[in-house]
């Protein structure tokens, strides 16, 4: 069982997420993140991204509780027994990915993301892609809306959508997924280890500009972006029993 004595609660700008901070705050009491046991993220998928980032450098594990919408990486909420909850909660590491892009113009920009990193274009003209892994060339040119490079995590996210693989959170991959890919003609993408390095370069970024996301991080005007996993960051998520990442990724394969 997992010692709990203080608690930090954060919540998203929502109306129902700051009611229900505030009930909760009066049953459990209130501390600041870095005096936590645990903290608890109120909202939904994306609140709880910004709760991990904002959080990245505290040991503390986050557990969130679903005010919002999807609530994919979110427990169901409850007022009652809140603290027996995250004693028996299981935990999950996940790491998440460096991306660094380098602008047209030599700026550099650096991020992490623990869903994706999405390239996307930015004009009316697909974009065009040169593709490397590790250092060597895997695709000359990919003409597409766009490219993204997921966690397991965030392979249910933007990923599924885009019709990527679905990752065992355990698996020791990411998945390199295209958006609407014109040639090659539908290419759907590769699964990769995670130890990989990936390297997209935009050619011709003047007449068809790019720009790189991550997590919700943009950088507009980008000519080359660099992609991987991040080992020395752990981001700690606590989910109820029974209802982990790998049930939640196994359970939306069959939705």
């Known amino acids: 069982m997992r010692h709990i004595e203080t608690i930090a609660f954060e919540a998203s700008e929502t109306e129902i997420a700051q009611e229900a901070r505030r009930a909760l705050v ?8 870095d005096k936590a046991d645990v903290i608890v993220a109120l909202g939904g998928d ?36 809140l603290v027996e ?7 999950e590491v996940i790491n998440p990915l460096a991306m660094e892009a380098t602008c047209v113009d030599g700026k550099t920009h650096h991020a992490l993301a623990i869903n994706e990193v999405s390239l996307l274009r930015a004009g009316p003209q697909a974009a065009k892609l040169r593709i490397s892994i590790d250092g060597k060339e895997r695709m000359e040119e990919l003409v597409c809306d766009g490219a993204l490079v997921c966690t397991p995590a965030g392979s249910t996210a933007y990923n599924y959508s885009a019709h990527g693989p679905i990752l065992p959170i355990g698996s020791e991959v990411l998945a390199l997924t295209a958006m609407a890919a014109f040639r090659p ?59 982990g990442l790998e049930e939640r990724l196994t359970r939306e394969q069959f939705a």
């Not at 995250?86 to 935990?91: G, M, V, Y």
Request: hydrophobic fraction near 40%; include cysteine; charge should be negative.
């Open 85 to 91: 909850r995250l004693r028996a909660a299981e935990e």
């Open 26 to 33: 009066e049953i459990y009491g209130d501390t600041t993140p």
């Open 185 to 243: 003609r539908r290419w759907r993408g590769a699964i990769l280890p995670k130890t990989a390095q990936v390297r997209f370069e935009v050619m011709d970024p003047a007449k068809r500009p790019v720009m790189a996301d991550a997590d919700g991080r943009s950088v507009r005007d980008v000519a080359v972006v660099d992609i991987r996993s991040e080992p020395s960051v752990n981001h700690r998520i606590l989910f109820d029993p029974g209802h």
């Open 46 to 81: 994306g609140f709880m991204l910004e709760t991990l980032h904002g959080t990245m450098d505290i040991d503390a594990p986050v557990y969130g509780m679903n005010c919002g919408t999807i609530g994919f990486l979110m427990n169901e909420y409850a007022e009652e027994g």
